[in-house]
């Protein structure tokens, strides 16, 4: 099973459907719907580390989103049940790759 297969698989067991959202100026938003991603609070090291306590770090598999949508951005958003949660800073893009071939995007949104 190849690495991008096991991020899939990963996702698929233990993650959730989200919405990206991009605001576009004088135009619609942009929306990336069906996106699988991974949500949770920020652990008490993380918070004595910096994070804000209502921060929740956000992992989403980067073979969701559409090439049109990447990098991801400051200030792009994440929908959730219904609560919008807007990256704080931009994702990285670095981390979770195989390669030059991206797996995930990682990031920290806050909002509600």
Do not use: C, W
């Not at 099973?1 to 619609?28: T, W």
């Not at 609070?41 to 598999?61: C, D, H, N, W």
């Amino acid at each position: 099973m190849s690495r991008a297969e096991s991020y899939a698989r990963m996702f698929d067991k233990a993650g959730r459907r989200v919405v990206i959202e991009r605001r576009v100026p004088n135009a619609p938003t942009v929306r990336a719907e069906n996106v699988r991603a991974r949500i949770r609070g920020a652990s008490p090291e993380e918070v004595a580390g910096g994070i804000q306590a209502t921060e929740r770090k956000v992992l989403i598999l980067a073979a969701d989103v559409p090439a049109a949508m990447l990098p991801l951005l400051t200030n792009d958003a994440v929908v959730v049940d219904g609560l919008t949660l807007r990256f704080t800073s931009r994702p990285d893009d670095q981390t979770h790759r195989d390669g030059d071939n991206l797996l995930a995007i990682e990031a920290i949104a806050a909002g509600g």
